[in-house]
């Protein structure tokens, strides 16, 4: 895929979603980082429905701290591998209490010491709520990629650094909620809908669908 294309994919995404963000619900760093990591292996609709009743209770590293695993477990038992992820949570509220002031850092080597962060949620905690030019790379976005050709590579790794390198810097910003929300409402995974896409005459894929 040439420059040319990327450009004009990018630009109508933006011209048909000015203003993207993740459907997670959050209002502060903390939230969203307790969000992302409740999110892993479960959709934004289950989570935001357990943070709803979280969050009026308990919304910062203190108050969840104060409610320990056990208590935790409470709000979110209706999301996969909650027992891991009360853990997880609970581990990082006592790291960002110690270590930072209950602040949510902005750099991803101290959001990747936190328990239960990996190089996911950190690029999703630093683009979302830090506003920071990274790609977290998940399952809609590594099918996009490889699907359009935009980014083609063999390990998530590979296709963020190919989007860090191809994706033109003025939609740098917001490309990582533009190619979730494509991976995730048009492009998905068994049938991609390709005859309802904004991208589909510049799109590489060889075998689309006319729905």
Same mark, same amino acid.
């Given at each position: 895929m040439n420059k040319t294309k990327r450009?004009?994919?990018?630009?109508?995404?933006?011209?048909?979603?000015?203003?993207?963000?993740?459907?997670?619900?959050?209002?502060?760093?903390?939230?969203?980082? &307790?969000?992302?990591?409740?999110?892993?292996?479960a959709t934004d609709v289950g989570v935001n429905k357990a943070t709803r009743k979280l969050y009026p209770i308990a919304n910062t590293p203190e108050a969840i701290y104060a409610l320990g695993v056990e208590g935790l477990k409470e709000y979110i038992k209706t999301?996969?591998?909650?027992?891991?992820?009360?853990?997880?949570v609970i581990k990082t509220c006592k790291a960002l209490i110690d270590l930072h002031n209950s602040e949510v850092p902005d750099n991803r080597e101290a959001l990747e010491a936190l328990p239960g962060v990996g190089r996911k949620t950190a690029n999703v905690v630093l683009n979302t709520a830090f506003g920071q030019p990274t790609m977290a790379v998940d399952t809609h976005i590594y099918r996009v990629s490889n699907r359009t050709k935009v980014a083609p590579g063999k390990? &998530?790794?590979? &296709?963020?650094?190919?989007?860090?390198?191809?994706?033109?810097?003025?939609?740098?910003?917001?490309?990582?909620?533009?190619?979730?929300?494509?991976?995730?409402?048009?492009?998905?995974?068994?049938?991609?809908?390709?005859?309802?896409?904004?991208?589909?005459?510049?799109?590489?894929?060889?075998?689309?669908?006319?729905?």
């Amino acid at each position: 895929m040439n420059k040319t294309k990327r450009e004009e994919i990018f630009r109508r995404f933006k011209e048909n979603n000015p203003k993207p963000t993740t459907e997670l619900e959050y209002t502060t760093p903390f939230e969203l980082l &307790v969000a992302v990591i409740l999110s892993a292996q479960a959709t934004d609709v289950g989570v935001n429905k357990a943070t709803r009743k979280l969050y009026p209770i308990a919304n910062t590293p203190e108050a969840i701290y104060a409610l320990g695993v056990e208590g935790l477990k409470e709000y979110i038992k209706t999301i996969g591998l909650y027992n891991s992820k009360a853990a997880n949570v609970i581990k990082t509220c006592k790291a960002l209490i110690d270590l930072h002031n209950s602040e949510v850092p902005d750099n991803r080597e101290a959001l990747e010491a936190l328990p239960g962060v990996g190089r996911k949620t950190a690029n999703v905690v630093l683009n979302t709520a830090f506003g920071q030019p990274t790609m977290a790379v998940d399952t809609h976005i590594y099918r996009v990629s490889n699907r359009t050709k935009v980014a083609p590579g063999k390990t &998530v790794l590979e &296709v963020e650094k190919k989007l860090l390198k191809f994706v033109p810097k003025d939609y740098l910003i917001d490309a990582h909620h533009w190619l979730i929300l494509h991976g995730r409402y048009t492009c998905v995974a068994r049938k991609p809908r390709c005859g309802s896409c904004i991208i589909e005459d510049l799109c590489e894929y060889k075998q689309k669908t006319e729905i």
